[in-house]
């Protein structure tokens, strides 16, 4: 077990809602990073936050937001909910801004109908 | 821009066989490779990794090798078992913290 816990973990929602999804980072990880993966598909990039503020994004629009708290845990935003946005969303947690290492939770399975 | 290759997609061995995953990457700033396993309904396990300014790293029945020329690396697992069985991922970044681009991903069966 990697520590870094994430809820709900399974999710069922429309198109055109929102979504709320959230991480507890391991104990001392002060990076926690998100990622989406599609079924059959590698894990993308969705974007990185380092004590509470984003330091890297990836090719995602601007509806996937997100937060880190004091406490740095995190959570995961997509509004307007479309079919393609059905994945498992990891997230992943790093000791400090400069480790290499991320340890990723079981994941979130988002279901849009 | 930034892309992994992984081959083959699925893979199946005999059980006590070895198996051999294979990477691709097109950033020559690359300089952290990890690898990891996921099995079903659970997130990735990092089970090697290796930096670029190393050749090759090995724990136990796992081996992993780099060619920065080539701009390859790749996954060794010798005498195989069935709880091997998973889905096995390579990934690269570049600099320190920077975000994983993963492979498509091998599934590997091993056969009693």
């Known amino acids: 077990e990697t520590g870094v816990t994430q809820s709900p973990t399974h999710l069922i929602k429309t198109r055109g809602q929102q979504v709320t999804l959230r991480c507890s980072s391991q104990s001392g990880h002060n990076t926690v990073s998100w990622y989406q993966q599609a079924l059959g598909q590698g894990p993308q990039f969705i974007f990185q936050y380092y004590r509470e503020e984003e330091n890297g994004r990836g090719n995602f629009p601007p509806r996937f937001s997100g937060l880190q708290f004091p406490n740095y845990s995190s959570e995961l935003n997509v509004n307007a909910l479309e079919l393609d946005d059905s994945a498992l969303y990891l997230c992943?947690?790093?000791?400090?801004?400069?480790?290499?290492?991320?340890?990723f939770g079981p994941g979130t399975r988002l279901t849009v109908l | 821009g930034e892309n992994v290759e992984q081959h083959p997609s699925t893979l199946s061995v005999q059980e006590g066989d070895s198996a051999v995953i294979k990477c691709t990457y097109s950033?020559?700033?690359?300089?952290?490779f990890p690898w990891y396993k996921q099995e079903l309904g659970k997130g990735p396990q990092l089970i090697i990794d290796?930096?670029?300014?190393?050749g090759e790293k090995k724990d136990q029945r796992i081996a992993v090798t780099l060619n920065k020329t080539a701009k390859h690396f790749s996954l060794h697992i010798t005498e195989t078992q069935p709880e091997d069985s998973a889905v096995y991922f390579c990934?690269?970044?570049?600099?320190?913290?920077?975000?994983?681009?993963f492979g498509q991903g091998t599934e590997l069966s091993v056969k009693p």
């Open positions: 950033d020559s700033a690359s300089n952290y």
């Open positions: 290796i930096r670029s300014n190393v």
């Open positions: 990934a690269a970044s570049i600099g320190q913290g920077g975000k994983l681009i």
């Open positions: 992943a947690s790093s000791p400090e801004r400069l480790t290499l290492i991320r340890f």
